[in-house]
């Protein structure tokens, strides 16, 4: 009986088995995450002096003008006059000087990347007045990143111009493709801090040998030179364009990603300014005075929508414009300057209730709304 009993259980237990084997379900499921943040470094600087046509002349120590005469001169001559050169002195001594290196990406504990393609070079102003840019190749302001960046001013008279670009690299996701709406900030502000050089500045992280703040005779130099500024933005925008998508490609499916491929440039009228450019444009508005506090020159929503920046450059220009008073002033001859600074943002920004407006696509154009 126990026989019976045991060989029962045995079969019951099999069959058991085989019904639970025969429920059994299972999945397997993979899926990819795609990953790509932005990059935002200086990528090109340039310099221009316009030349002056006639000779500045003031009796020495004064800002009285006196006639400007050599010695060949029988009829009027005053002593003590002093004069500009008009065959380039006024403008041709002034150059920038950068440090760069070829641009690599973010770095993380435990990555084995060092720079390369390190160099330190000179740009002079041109006589015709045109920009000399640190990089002429478009390419190579992606493709380059500024460590270093003087402006070094020689010219006899104040009346340089210079400019300094940053270059925005936005995430390589799909945000136009895949109908995903952000809202996208933009900010730039620019701020002088005036200094007096007495010994030899090693470089941009450092203010030994400065006078801070520093003055000539009592005046700052951003008050001597009448320093005023304006910026300038151009983007590539996903989905207006060429360049539709975060690739380079014609089609959400045929391209290839991390190149710089991209419409984010200037066109320039006839004084060198930019006009417009890429599939976004703006300005901060008209020149503004340096001196003083920092400025707030761009500071809204760039867009609104699915057209995320794919590439972006700020461009800030710095005038000299010496307006002080009838006749331009003459450089001083004291080593003397301002650390000039400027702060470049662009970003998600979060919107009432602290979400990005899903489903949203205002501000199809790209255009900049300045506050």
Same mark, same amino acid.
């Given at each position: 009986?126990?026989?019976?009993?045991?060989?029962?259980?045995?079969?019951?237990?099999?069959?058991?088995?085989?019904?639970?084997?025969?429920?059994?379900?299972?999945?397997?499921?993979?899926?990819?995450?795609?990953?790509?943040?932005?990059?935002?470094?200086?990528?090109?600087?340039?310099?221009?002096?316009?030349?002056?046509?006639?000779?500045?002349?003031y009796f020495e120590g004064t800002t009285n003008s006196c006639t400007p005469n050599d010695?060949?001169?029988?009829?009027?001559?005053?002593?003590?006059?002093?004069?500009?050169?008009?065959?380039?002195?006024?403008?041709?001594?002034?150059?920038?000087?950068?440090?760069?290196?070829?641009?690599?990406?973010?770095?993380?504990?435990?990555?084995?990347?060092?720079?390369?393609?390190?160099?330190?070079?000179?740009?002079?102003?041109?006589?015709?007045?045109?920009?000399?840019?640190?990089?002429?190749?478009?390419?190579?302001?992606?493709?380059?990143?500024?460590?270093?960046?003087?402006?070094?001013?020689?010219?006899?008279?104040?009346?340089?111009?210079?400019?300094?670009?940053?270059?925005?690299?936005?995430?390589?996701?799909?945000?136009?493709?895949?109908?995903?709406?952000?809202?996208?900030?933009?900010?730039?502000?620019?701020?002088?801090?005036?200094?007096?050089?007495?010994?030899?500045?090693?470089?941009?992280n450092s203010r030994d040998g400065l006078i801070i703040p520093g003055t000539v005779d009592?005046?700052?130099?951003?008050?001597?030179?009448?320093?005023?500024?304006?910026?300038?933005?151009?983007?590539?925008?996903?989905?207006?364009?060429?360049?539709?998508?975060?690739?380079?490609?014609?089609?959400?499916?045929?391209?290839?990603?991390?190149t710089v491929a991209n419409e984010a440039s200037f066109n320039f009228d006839s004084s060198?300014?930019?006009?417009? /450019? *890429?599939? &976004?444009?703006?300005? !901060?508005?008209?020149?503004? @005075?340096?001196?003083?506090?920092? =400025?707030?020159?761009?500071?809204?929503?760039?867009?609104?929508?699915?057209?995320?920046?794919?590439?972006?450059?700020?461009?800030?220009?710095?005038?000299?414009?010496?307006?002080?008073?009838?006749?331009?002033?003459?450089?001083?001859?004291?080593?003397?300057?301002?650390?000039?600074?400027?702060?470049?943002?662009?970003?998600?920004?979060?919107?009432? /209730? *602290?979400? &990005?407006?899903?489903? !949203?696509?205002?501000?199809? @154009?790209?255009?900049?709304?300045? =506050?």
């Amino acid at each position: 009986m126990n026989r019976i009993i045991k060989t029962l259980l045995i079969a019951a237990m099999a069959f058991m088995s085989a019904t639970q084997n025969s429920e059994a379900i299972s999945l397997r499921f993979k899926f990819k995450v795609y990953s790509s943040g932005p990059s935002v470094y200086a990528c090109n600087a340039g310099i221009r002096h316009k030349r002056t046509t006639s000779k500045v002349c003031y009796f020495e120590g004064t800002t009285n003008s006196c006639t400007p005469n050599d010695c060949r001169d029988k009829g009027i001559c005053n002593t003590q006059c002093v004069c500009t050169g008009s065959d380039g002195g006024d403008s041709l001594m002034d150059f920038l000087k950068v440090s760069s290196v070829d641009w690599k990406d973010h770095k993380a504990t435990g990555d084995n990347i060092t720079d390369t393609n390190p160099q330190t070079f000179t740009r002079s102003a041109y006589i015709d007045g045109t920009w000399n840019s640190a990089f002429s190749n478009d390419s190579d302001t992606w493709n380059s990143r500024i460590k270093d960046l003087s402006f070094e001013l020689g010219s006899e008279l104040y009346g340089a111009e210079y400019f300094v670009d940053v270059c925005y690299r936005g995430p390589q996701i799909e945000y136009f493709a895949d109908g995903v709406s952000i809202n996208s900030a933009i900010q730039a502000q620019a701020s002088a801090t005036d200094f007096l050089a007495t010994n030899p500045n090693p470089g941009d992280n450092s203010r030994d040998g400065l006078i801070i703040p520093g003055t000539v005779d009592g005046k700052t130099y951003t008050d001597l030179a009448g320093l005023q500024v304006k910026a300038y933005y151009t983007c590539d925008l996903q989905g207006v364009g060429t360049y539709k998508y975060a690739h380079n490609g014609s089609s959400a499916l045929s391209g290839t990603y991390n190149t710089v491929a991209n419409e984010a440039s200037f066109n320039f009228d006839s004084s060198g300014y930019p006009v417009s /450019g *890429g599939d &976004s444009f703006g300005n !901060s508005g008209a020149f503004t @005075n340096l001196a003083g506090s920092g =400025l707030d020159l761009i500071n809204s929503i760039l867009v609104s929508g699915t057209h995320s920046p794919r590439f972006c450059k700020i461009r800030y220009v710095f005038t000299e414009t010496n307006e002080k008073s009838s006749l331009p002033f003459m450089r001083k001859w004291q080593r003397h300057g301002a650390e000039v600074c400027t702060y470049s943002k662009i970003e998600e920004a979060l919107m009432d /209730g *602290g979400s &990005s407006n899903e489903g !949203s696509d205002n501000g199809k @154009n790209g255009d900049l709304m300045l =506050l």
